[in-house]
């Protein structure tokens, strides 16, 4: 995972310089600076709910401003204008990515990303899609859920002729629909190589009500036996569960600001259906992967069944501060490498005395980045209770090899109990959160006081 990219990209994202800036720039508008583009979107939050979005409403007609979504831990596809034409270069390559500190796969993804970056484009606009071939054997893009013409499907010798090692194919259609929508390869094992990403269609009037942060999760599975690197992608089981390419605690958390509406975008390339739960907060389902749903068919759930090829949008107020679950709960994606088909290397070895099993993560803890911690404690007696050991000796901590902005301040050792499709939204107060965007923003620095009290 690249740091310095990650950062850009939510420097982006959050604080608009490259999307709003080129919406506005598309429109004949002067070119709007990310910091100008931030302090709008501030003083949008502080007066009235978008203010100064509704005023733009009033004066000349025309597409809204979208917010743009925030895929933790991807980018988004850079593009270009082309006489009206949002112009995306796409690459299909072979990509190492690092889904935990101490394990990386080679995978396959797009422009060195897996899953592929982030495509955000406005309803209503034409889009160019270069396409370009670098993997070793023929590929081509599906446009799952758009509407487009057939021969832009994707669909290898029904729509259009494979797309040959080295050859590029141009794609060109028209947006005419609003929501969440995936690319990905039209070849099966493909897609389990990790070849997918958002396409995320913004509508030309906001939705209402209005969200303040909107989210991108795209959930996948992957077989990786130990000292491998490559995927199983005839597998029916799975070791590695992610959000993003990333399995947690390395996942990215979800910053929000007390008080505001949380947009969450969840899509699925998978085997498996996953049931994904929020902790101590009700969300209602605004959209499906055909846009948005009518108001009227919302109602309160915590938990949302995001099915293979499915897109599950929800929304919720912000109410309360913390730092909230965001989880899939199927048991065995709460975890990683809990699968039969590792079974005695990774539940059998187990240890049950604490004097052995601290050893094993001594032993552990030298050949990888974690901090040696402490498990939970366990019963004198532990050993002669049947069932034992379950969760006793699952946890690792590993917070300084997970240590990013977005992660300070969570309490010591939080990172021991989170594995497999896990993260966090952290809904902040507005002095905590505005001091999280400037770390954010700085790398990690913490806004200088010019009074600072000595600690
Ligand atoms: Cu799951």
């Known amino acids: 995972m690249s740091g310095t990219r990650r950062r850009f990209f939510q420097d982006a994202a959050f604080f608009g310089a490259g999307f709003l800036g080129l919406t506005e720039a598309l429109r004949g508008n002067t070119q709007v600076s990310g910091s100008q583009t931030a302090r709008a979107i501030e003083q949008?939050?502080?007066?009235?709910?978008?203010?100064d979005r509704m005023k733009k409403d009033v004066a000349p007609p025309g597409p809204d401003q979208f917010l743009p979504m925030v895929t933790p831990d991807l980018a988004d596809l850079p593009h270009?204008?082309?006489?009206?034409?949002?112009?995306?270069?796409?690459?299909?390559?072979?990509?190492?990515?690092?889904?935990?500190?101490?394990?990386?796969?080679?995978?396959?993804?797009?422009?060195?990303?897996?899953?592929?970056?982030t495509i955000q484009v406005q309803q209503g606009e034409r889009v160019r899609i270069i396409f370009e071939n670098r993997l070793p054997e023929a590929t081509s893009i599906h446009w799952h859920g758009?509407?487009?013409?057939?021969?832009?499907?994707?669909?290898?010798?029904?729509s259009q002729k494979p797309i040959a090692p080295g050859e590029k194919y141009v794609y060109e259609f028209?947006?005419?629909?609003?929501?969440?929508?995936?690319?990905?390869?039209?070849?099966?094992?493909?897609?389990?190589?990790?070849?997918?990403?958002?396409?995320?269609?913004?509508?030309?009037?906001?939705y209402k009500p209005r969200a303040d942060h909107d989210f991108g999760m795209i959930l996948q599975e992957w077989a990786v036996l130990p000292n491998n690197t490559v995927p199983n992608t005839s597998a029916?089981?799975?070791?590695?569960?992610?959000?993003?390419?990333?399995?947690?605690?390395?996942?990215?958390?979800?910053?929000?600001?007390?008080?505001?509406?949380?947009?969450?975008?969840?899509?699925?390339?998978?085997?498996?259906?996953?049931?994904?739960?929020?902790?101590?907060?009700?969300?209602?389902?605004?959209?499906?992967?055909?846009?948005r749903a009518p108001e009227s068919t919302w109602y309160?759930?915590?938990?949302?069944?995001?099915?293979?090829?499915?897109?599950?949008?929800?929304?919720?107020?912000?109410?309360?501060?913390?730092?909230?679950?965001?989880?899939?709960?199927?048991?065995?994606h709460m975890m990683n490498n809990m699968v039969d088909l590792l079974r005695d290397r990774a539940i059998e070895t187990a240890n049950t005395t604490d004097a052995k099993a601290?050893?094993?993560?001594?032993t552990l803890a030298k050949s990888v980045p974690f901090e040696h911690v402490h498990h939970s404690p366990i019963a004198a007696n532990a050993n002669s209770v049947p069932g034992f050991p379950q969760d006793a000796f699952m946890e690792m901590g590993m917070d300084d090899a997970v240590e990013k902005p977005e992660t300070h301040g969570l309490p010591p050792n939080w990172s021991a109990g989170m594995m497999g499709m896990m993260t966090l939204i952290r809904v902040m107060p507005d002095k905590e959160y505005d001091e999280m965007m400037h770390r954010i923003k700085n790398n990690g620095t913490p806004e200088q006081k010019e009074h600072a009290h000595g600690s």
Request: hydrophobic share 40%; glycine share 10%.
């Open 146 to 158: 758009l509407e487009v013409p057939i021969e832009q499907d994707g669909v290898p010798w029904i």
């Open 358 to 362: 601290l050893a094993q993560m001594e």
């Open 174 to 206: 028209t947006v005419h629909q609003e929501g969440t929508f995936f690319y990905h390869s039209h070849g099966a094992m493909q897609e389990m190589m990790g070849m997918i990403g958002f396409f995320v269609a913004h509508p030309e009037r906001s």
């Open 300 to 332: 309160p759930m915590n938990t949302v069944l995001v099915g293979v090829a499915q897109a599950r949008v929800v929304e919720f107020d912000a109410k309360y501060p913390g730092s909230w679950m965001v989880h899939c709960h199927l048991p065995h």
């Open 236 to 291: 029916m089981e799975y070791n590695w569960l992610t959000f993003n390419g990333v399995s947690a605690p390395a996942i990215t958390p979800m910053i929000a600001r007390l008080g505001s509406r949380v947009r969450l975008r969840i899509i699925n390339m998978g085997m498996d259906h996953h049931p994904i739960h929020l902790h101590g907060n009700q969300f209602v389902l605004t959209g499906t992967e055909g846009g």
């Open 80 to 117: 270009e204008i082309d006489g009206g034409v949002k112009v995306f270069k796409l690459v299909a390559e072979p990509v190492r990515r690092t889904i935990a500190p101490f394990k990386t796969i080679d995978a396959w993804g797009y422009n060195g990303s897996c899953p592929g970056p």
């Open 44 to 51: 949008g939050r502080h007066h009235s709910p978008y203010s």
